[in-house]
């Protein structure tokens, strides 16, 4: 249980162009999902929490007319990078928790989108 | 600001022994503790979840918790090399479910 999938797993996009990454739940209900974004040999940065039905609320520094976020439903979010420039190049990974009724309040990761801006 | 500090490494240990992963937290008030494996090139997979003082064991995997201290631990008996990864720790405080990672510490298990 508590399978979390990204697609695409890796792209490779001109810049300028826009990049849409999905991020599913497969077999729960996620009301949360979370962004992050990881450089090589970086920890984890959290971009932006994602809600359900709501507008999502981004970390200090995250421009959010850059990175689109959508979470239109219990086990589906977007994130999509605007105008993307080779800076914009990481590994991007969705998670996704609580599970409900569960004591703690673990975070389920996607494997993850590596993105390359050209 | 809420803190999650681990020693980044790399730390080595010989194949079979215990490898011994140290965080430590600044929030008094955090209730919900996780460590997490990275493997390079891959997203953090959980691996151990704990909440109440002690240890919790899982296989090869024990998680020891001191609120008082304000650490965490992670021991893994008889290493192999493919537990070779980064391992994250992460913790959450009150009520919130947004958990502050570590930067993460490299362990290397060699032959």
């Known amino acids: 249980g508590a399978v979390v999938s990204q697609h695409p797993s890796w792209v490779i996009c001109k810049s300028g162009t826009s990049v849409k990454i999905e991020c599913r739940s497969l077999?729960?209900?996620?009301?949360?999902m979370f962004w992050y974004r990881q450089f090589p040999k970086q920890s984890l940065m959290l971009m932006a929490t994602s809600n359900e039905g709501s507008k999502a609320t981004y970390e200090q520094g995250v421009e959010k007319d850059k990175f689109l976020i959508n979470h239109a439903s219990l086990t589906l979010s977007t994130l999509t990078v605007t105008s993307a420039h080779p800076e914009d190049s990481s590994f991007y990974i969705c998670?996704?928790?609580?599970?409900?009724?569960?004591?703690?309040?673990?975070?389920?990761f996607g494997p993850g989108t590596r993105l390359t801006v050209l | 600001q809420k803190e999650v500090e681990q020693n980044s490494g790399p730390l080595s240990v010989p194949e079979g022994a215990i490898a011994s992963l140290n965080c430590t937290y600044s929030?008094?008030?955090?209730?919900?503790f996780f460590w997490y494996r990275q493997y390079s090139g891959k997203s953090p997979e959980l691996i151990m979840s704990i909440y109440s003082n002690g240890d919790k064991e899982d296989g090869r995997f024990t998680a020891q918790l001191n609120k008082a201290s304000q650490y965490v631990s992670l021991l893994i008996r008889d290493s192999q090399p493919s537990d070779s990864a980064t391992y994250l720790c992460?913790?959450?405080?009150?009520?919130?479910?947004?958990?502050?990672f570590g930067r993460g510490t490299s362990l290397i298990v060699h032959p």
């Open positions: 929030d008094r008030g955090s209730q919900s």
């Open positions: 992460a913790v959450t405080s009150g009520g919130s479910y947004i958990p502050t």
């Open positions: 077999d729960f209900q996620a009301t949360t």
């Open positions: 998670s996704a928790g609580p599970l409900a009724g569960r004591t703690f309040n673990e975070q389920f």
